[in-house]
């Protein structure tokens, strides 16, 4: 648990939901504070929960150190026109933590309907700052960070608090669940300064291992700001304190790039031409280079968003892989007519090679000094010269089809996604020879980190050793594990649908961190980790922490 405060009142800001008076389900936000009395002394967690079955729809605080005995208090709910509510809350103690809960105490001026448990309402304790959000999802074990407008200016905001321990059926390692203590921690040391190398491609680098460059991103995080851009959002790419992200439109996109420690507009938007409402980014060189979902290649100067070139990539007409740029060069794969990888030069946009594959869609090329390395439907794989775009080898199978996916490159291996004919196993490649070497399971990249591997398959994360391909534990969270799993500083990071952040000791799974970002995340690479922070995309949602 993150720290809390030792204080005689607790302020809860309050978001309410009721039922119309014609029995239509309405929404209604409610800004305002509940006053709730707790002893002298007791120490309050900023938590908030409404039970999985719905059963404890309202509002549900944790409030430590006071005697296990009940303890009543008077609140009251006031918003600018006049009080809405008021009744009485009881701290209840289960299991040596006190559960302050408060239901049936509100009601709508005018709406007699109202409900009275507040259905679905959320709240989140906090100590005195007025805060509103809104909480729409199904019922659940919930701490959201604020969420501004997307008209509004990026807030500062408090942490999101770590979620408690996950249930017994939450799987850190195959037999044993996390049972982190119910005791709130001491206060954590102030952190350092953010600092760490960037992201400048899908999966955070070249090679696409997920792995962060040099950061000291540790858990607990703390919430710095967040945007609404009001459409679901890609992976951004980050260098030089600058996160650039592709916001879709109905046709075309635009790029908007902010300031990476306070979320200030830096430049943008930027239109991105091209007849899609598709694009993504990969930086190199003081550069963002983004690719159309029709295949217009653009350079924009990082610092200022002033258009260096753009190019029609010949040939294709369907691009669906996000772009690799280093070294001065930008690596991308097209299809439409079989396929084709580009290389195209960073500086000019002039076109340096091109060579014909027999798929073009999805995968990302990993680049390395000496390969580019592409990955299509039926393991229909490839290793190109970096340099003249040359075949060194081709994986293939007996099948071949439209689709691809990025093949991450770990320790001399590459581990292609896609499934082969007969088997529906995925294999890992030798780098040098394209040889079989092994097999895996994940349904989206896996990330790295020296000898360890770490792999999302069927909602369960799995973290592995290498070397002798053996299983060290297993984590399923509360359900709906999405993300491509990173890792930085030790730590791996993934996110679920419903809006759940956690962050795992990457040798033993334990949970060092969780909590909600207060969105669902629908993206499945919406986690990136650089220059010391991590930016989460969330539906329409921007969030950075560090």
């Not at 200030?264 to 938007?269: A, I």
Request: aromatic share 8%.
């Amino acid at each position: 648990m993150r720290s809390s405060r030792r204080i005689a009142l607790a302020v809860i800001l309050l978001t309410a939901f009721a039922v119309s008076p014609g029995g239509a389900s309405s929404t209604q936000e409610v800004s305002g504070r509940i006053r709730l009395a707790v002893p002298q002394g007791a120490e309050i967690a900023r938590r908030a929960f409404v039970s999985s079955d719905g059963s404890q729809n309202g509002l549900t605080g944790f409030v430590f150190g006071v005697d296990p005995e009940t303890v009543n208090g008077r609140f009251e709910l006031r918003t600018s026109p006049g009080t809405l509510g008021a009744g009485e809350a009881s701290i209840i103690f289960y299991d040596d933590v006190i559960v302050g809960t408060v239901c049936a105490v509100f009601s709508i001026p005018g709406d007699e309907h109202g409900s009275p448990c507040g259905t679905h309402a959320i709240v989140t304790l906090e100590t005195g700052v007025d805060v509103p959000f809104l909480y729409a999802g199904r019922a659940r074990e919930s701490n959201p960070p604020p969420r501004p407008t997307p008209s509004s200016s990026p807030t500062p905001t408090t942490s999101p608090t770590p979620s408690p321990s996950p249930t017994p059926t939450i799987s850190p390692t195959p037999t044993t669940s996390p049972s982190p203590s119910a005791s709130p921690s001491p206060s954590p040391s102030p952190k350092p300064v953010p600092s760490g190398g960037p992201a400048v491609a899908y999966q955070m680098t070249p090679v696409h291992d997920g792995l962060a460059p040099a950061t000291n991103l540790a858990p607990p995080l703390v919430a710095a700001w967040s945007r609404d851009l009001g459409v679901d959002l890609a992976y951004p790419v980050v260098a030089d304190g600058r996160i650039h992200v592709v916001v879709p439109e109905q046709t075309g996109t635009t790029l908007m790039t902010y300031d990476l420690a306070t979320g200030e507009p830096l430049w943008g938007p930027e239109d991105i031409d091209g007849n899609w409402g598709w694009a993504r980014l990969a930086l190199d060189g003081g550069r963002v280079f983004a690719i159309t979902g029709d295949g217009l290649l653009s350079a924009f100067d990082a610092e200022d968003g002033s258009l260096r070139w753009s190019v029609d990539l010949p040939v294709q007409h369907s691009f669906s892989a996000p772009p690799t740029a280093t070294g001065g060069v930008v690596y991308v794969g097209g299809a439409g007519s079989g396929g084709t990888v580009y290389a195209v030069s960073g500086s000019t946009g002039e076109l340096l090679w091109t060579q014909g594959v027999s798929n073009g869609d999805r995968s990302s090329p990993t680049v390395t000094a000496d390969g580019v390395f592409v990955a299509y439907a039926c393991q229909q794989t490839y290793r190109l010269d970096v340099a003249t775009g040359e075949v060194v080898w081709h994986h293939s199978t007996g099948c071949s089809g439209g689709g691809g996916a990025t093949a991450p490159l770990h320790g001399g291996k590459l581990y292609d996604l896609n499934s082969g004919y007969p088997s529906a196993e995925q294999v890992v490649l030798d780098e040098a020879t394209g040889d079989e070497v092994g097999t895996f399971v994940a349904s989206q990249p896996p990330a790295f980190d020296g000898d360890l591997g770490f792999f999302l398959s069927a909602g369960t994360l799995r973290g592995k050793r290498l070397s002798t391909d053996e299983t060290l534990w297993s984590f399923a969270g509360h359900g709906g594990l999405l993300t491509a799993p990173i890792v930085a500083n030790g730590h791996v990071y993934v996110g679920s649908d419903d809006g759940d952040l956690w962050v795992l000791d990457e040798g033993t799974g334990e949970v060092a961190w969780s909590g909600d970002v207060g969105a669902p995340i629908t993206n499945g690479n919406a986690l990136v980790a650089a220059e010391g922070y991590l930016v989460v995309t969330a539906s329409s949602e921007l969030l950075v922490y560090h």
